[in-house]
């Protein structure tokens, strides 16, 4: 599988979101900074989003970034920065690893 880096600051979500990709086969760190040798990017934009999708800037790898509901703006935000896949935290929550797989399979 891939190599995933769960950026966070979070880490009881963090925790949660690294075990289910784990159980689907991938490798995965988790941080407060993106790690550049990863082959995909989840990144966590519910806190100091503007700040997030900064250190987002390309070149990187594909990156699926989760948002809180109330603040669709970020979503915007995020989409107009070209990161590829931006959802609400409850869909992360929920659907993770294969919002992922999608990501990678388009990817490739």
Do not use: N
């Not at 979070?10 to 790690?35: I, K, N």
């Not at 082959?39 to 699926?64: G, N």
């Amino acid at each position: 599988m891939a190599r995933i880096h769960v950026l966070t600051d979070d880490l009881l979500f963090g925790s949660r979101l690294r075990a289910d990709l784990e159980a689907a086969g991938h490798e995965v760190t988790l941080g407060p900074s993106p790690d550049r040798g990863a082959e995909a990017i989840v990144a966590d934009l519910t806190h100091d989003a503007d700040a997030r999708i900064a250190a987002l800037a390309r070149p990187r790898p594909p990156t699926l970034a989760f948002f809180s509901h109330v603040e669709t703006g970020v979503r915007t935000s995020a989409l107009a920065a070209g990161i590829e896949l931006v959802v609400p935290r409850s869909r992360i929550a929920r659907e993770g690893p294969s919002l992922l797989a999608g990501l990678l399979a388009t990817a490739r």
